[in-house]
């Protein structure tokens, strides 16, 4: 039963250009997201995070979206740089349970 | 000055073989949690420990045994490996409030053969 779910294990973008990754989930207790940039061999890093309360949240070039009625978030970035080539992982918690639900994750490559 | 840190990064074993996975965090934090990527890459928490007190044991198999010494410390032990235990297990921390982002460590590749 897999909660959190990104449908598209890959995504090819050119430099400078804007990249759209997203994230879909089925239990509407979630009310914590959090995106998760992975490089080979390294551990998950911390990129960007929205509450349920807010519909947007910007971090220099990253911005998430959350559209709670459509249990759907994304994250954009703009303008994407060849460092950007990673494993994005959308995760999701909920007031009360610690613990993170991570969706498979979608492999961004950034084209020079 | 590494945050979260595991040793070993990668452990090849044999089957039926005992092995220990010991993680590390210099952050202060007060809760540390075990997840396991499988081959599918789906990232999945296993145990979570806050201030040395076990808070979260997802369906695990009870070969797995997670000790806390202390606080900045979390280690994994498995009895009895098994094929399918084959994966990259990462270690995280998070500080003492709801709703805040895990650091991760850099993980374990751990092998069975």
């Known amino acids: 039963d897999q909660q959190v779910k990104q449908n598209s294990p890959s995504l090819s973008v050119q430099e400078g250009r804007i990249s759209i990754l997203n994230c879909d989930y089925t239990?509407?207790?979630?009310?914590?997201f959090l995106w998760y940039k992975k490089y080979p061999a390294e551990g998950p890093t911390f990129l960007i995070s929205?509450?349920?309360?807010?519909d947007k949240n910007e971090d220099g070039r990253f911005t998430v979206f959350l559209n709670k009625s459509a249990k759907h978030l994304s994250l954009h970035i703009v303008p994407s740089q060849p460092g950007d080539s990673a494993v994005y992982f959308c995760?999701?918690?909920?007031?009360?349970?610690?613990?993170?639900?991570f969706g498979t994750g979608t492999r961004l490559t950034i084209i020079p | 000055d590494t945050a979260v840190s595991q040793t070993p990064k990668y452990l090849v074993t044999q089957m039926g073989n005992d092995k220990s996975i010991k993680c590390e965090q210099n952050?202060?934090?007060?809760?540390m949690y075990w997840y396991k990527q499988d081959s599918k890459k789906f990232l999945k928490i296993m145990f979570s420990?806050?201030?040395?007190?076990?808070?979260i044991n997802e369906t695990v198999p009870n070969r797995f045994s997670p000790k806390s010494p202390d606080k900045a410390h979390l280690n994994l032990h498995i009895n009895s490996l098994e094929l399918g235990d084959s994966a990259v297990y990462f270690c995280?921390?998070?500080?003492?409030?709801?709703?805040?982002?895990?650091?991760f460590g850099p993980g374990t590749r751990l092998t069975v053969l």
């Open positions: 995280a921390s998070s500080p003492p409030r709801q709703n805040n982002e895990q650091f």
């Open positions: 239990n509407s207790m979630f009310d914590y």
């Open positions: 929205i509450s349920s309360i807010k």
């Open positions: 995760a999701a918690s909920y007031f009360g349970n610690e613990k993170l639900t």
């Open positions: 952050l202060g934090h007060d809760t």
């Open positions: 420990y806050n201030n040395k007190e076990l808070i």
